[in-house]
């Protein structure tokens, strides 16, 4: 038991190092530093340039998609290597959120299912970051239930017209291309008669209308296909096998994901530490550290669990599902920490904005976005059903959609 | 990073598993559970030596085989998924510990070899009533070599021969009036056995009227050995508590996949599906957490009294969580006596209850996350 590199490790550890030490944009350390949730100080368009300033950096030197083939712009790295790299990266790694749909999700989608021709040509524009990629998911009656998507896609010559509708689509605003999932057969069962394709965003057809979010931001959007035409050529994987396509990106979702997720812990404890109560210490009161350990023992909790992910990877082992316990105690334990801090500024807890609130109003940015990561990525529910049937091996839930033709399942409003 | 046991331990682990779903079965915690007039399973406890377990962190030269603290964190876990009513956590993890942490070398002589071979019991007596242990509340007095004064609810006090006692050896309220005490429980000790919450791990108040005594590590020192007793008894501990959560889990999705009501397993429905799958999330944090404190103990870390109190209260709230949540999941069956459901749920609180409770370790806790703040 340790926590120690091997000496491979060590020595890719140092030569990353190097480099970021050499070439990271230092100019943006405090930005990043106190950036929480997807709120800093920069509008959000500047944010994106120098986040695809940072990854054309990094892809030129042979830093990006770490695991991806070198024919794709990528390092054919091992994941392990790609842990050391994120440790590395630190704060840095904060600009690539723009991307993580794109590189996580959609390249190893294209990889499985596109033409050598197709990946050639738009995988390195994605690693490099010159593309920005989305995933058209899920619909307004479509979510959890994902297979349950209306948006048809009919063939007409060697082409489909698309009609229908995406929600809830993150960065579709400023994306270049995105992964589609649409309904070519509705008589058959839910499952069976879903396709994907992979579709240029600024093909006419396509109106993205961005959706304000709780905490103010847009970052998702409302997508809309009227008659959009896309080549046969652009179908990923067979008619009628979506589905299956679509697990492939969902478990790469899960492993992008997964590690050290965020908790907000670091911040409660250093702004308890400067906190006092009428002259007393906060930490010195009761109920005070009793949140304080009870928090504790969950977000260390998740960091060591994420240290046993590790250690499996280095073996050359795959960790399982369990990694969905990280978002499934993260998103919460988020979400409370914000309130209870939120409780201990008093009055002063209720302003947002970062120059007046206290602690630069990260707290108050955690209390408006976590409600999100407990739904994005699979919700709570979802992650308690996945761990109890996959981990646990209990039962599915009982179906009445199952084996029923899609056009006769029973749907609500 | 290699943040897991090694393949040695891991056989080290399959080996204690088999042994002890062989040798300690229900019924064999029952036969203690049930019976008041004995206070452990001595021909369990006998193999146990047998098989190594007791000496596996002590070192040779003391009758040990000197393993080291990893392989005996294994061997904490198994004993805690079999229930197995034996005193091993008194002798080997209080006083064994007590033994290495603060002994002089005869003293380590003369009696650690008994406790590996099983021929001596040890246990550790720290309170004397309510309230964590300390100057005000510590009456037992080591005067001239011998000891006066009555100890709590001591863990398998009426079993053990050798008590390491928190004694007062000077009068006052300052901490350095306390010590500890190494005594020989061989005349001048009487014990009362408590019936308490799990009779499978008796307990017992101790009185001592000018019982034999001498200084364990230095006068005045009592309450600072005592932390590092409990720092690293509470990680083995917390593996004992890791064990027994798994089983307790284990068990209620063993029986959430064979119930049926309303026509279908009871493992289909959300609630119970759940509640399983969050006692899933407790148990494998409070793995990860008992991992880390077994890192700390067995690199001798700066980050012990953090890792073992995260370890204690991760391990305390799983096992609780998941024991209770089993006999939820049995209905009725899990409120009978014939279901061993509640054999974890005693347990389970058993060891919420020794070695300091929740309260205290978060207080401890926190303490610990101050001065890691501080230092930062
Ligand atoms: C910030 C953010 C970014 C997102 N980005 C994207 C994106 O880029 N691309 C994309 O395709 N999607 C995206 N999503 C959508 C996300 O995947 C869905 O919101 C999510 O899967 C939940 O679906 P839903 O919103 O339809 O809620 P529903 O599925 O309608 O869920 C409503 C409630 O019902 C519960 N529920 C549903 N089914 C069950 C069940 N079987 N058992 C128990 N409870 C159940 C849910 O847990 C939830 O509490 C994003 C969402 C968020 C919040």
New interface residues.
Partial sequence: ?????TPE?AKFRAEVRAWIDANAPKHLDEMLSTSTMGRSNIDPEAFRAESKAWQKKKQEAGWACMQWPTEFGGRGATPIERVIWSQEEGHYGILSGIFLIGQGMCGPTMMGFATKEQNEELLPRLASGEDIWCQMFSEPSAGSDLAGLRTRAEKDGDEWVINGQKIWTSGAHYCDWGILLTRTDPTVAKHKGLTMFFVDMKSPGIEVRPIKQVNGNSDFNEVFFTDLRVSDAQRLGDVGQGWIVALTTLMNERLAIGGGMATGFPEL??FV?GLDFDGTPA?KD?AV??R???W???S??????S??M???L??GETPGP?AS?GK??AGSLMQEISLYAAELQEQTGAIIDTETAPFGGRFQAMMLRSPATRIEGGTD?I???I???R????????RVDKDVAFKDVPKGA | ??????EDQKMLRDTARKFLEAECAPDKVRAILDDDSKTYDEGLYAKLVEMGFTGAAIPEEFGGLGLGY?ELCVIAEELGRALAPVPFASSIFLAAEALLIAGSDAQKAAWLPKLVSGEAIGTLAMSEGNGVPSARNTDTRLEGGKVNGVKAVVPDGASANLIVALVRTSSGDSAKSLSLALVDASSGVTATSQHTVDPSRKMADLSFDGASAELLGGEGEGLSLLEQILDRAAVLTAFEQLGGATRALEMG?DY??ERFAFG??I??Y?A???M???M??SQ??????A??G??AL??DAAELPLAA??AR??GT?AFQHCSKNNIQTHGGMGFTWEVDAHLYYRRSNHLALTLGSL?Q???K??TQ??KQ??AA
């Fill in positions: 038991m340790n926590f120690d590199d490790e404890l250093s530490q930490i009761g550290r009793e304080l350990a009870d504790h023992v969950l260390a909790g998740l960091k060591h669990t240290s046993r590790i250690s499996a280095s073996k369990e316990i499934l105690v529910e992650l308690r059903n761990i109890a049937e981990v646990l091996g209990l039962p599915a839930d009982v | 990073m290699e943040f897991d046991f090694n990893l999705v959430a996949k279908r397993q493992g289909s959300q119970i599906k759940h399983l799958a969050d899933y999330v494998e944090l409070a793995r990860s957490n991992y880390y077994a890192w067995s690199t109190a995260t209260v991760s709230q309260r370790w978060k207080d806790l926190a996350l101050e703040n501080q």
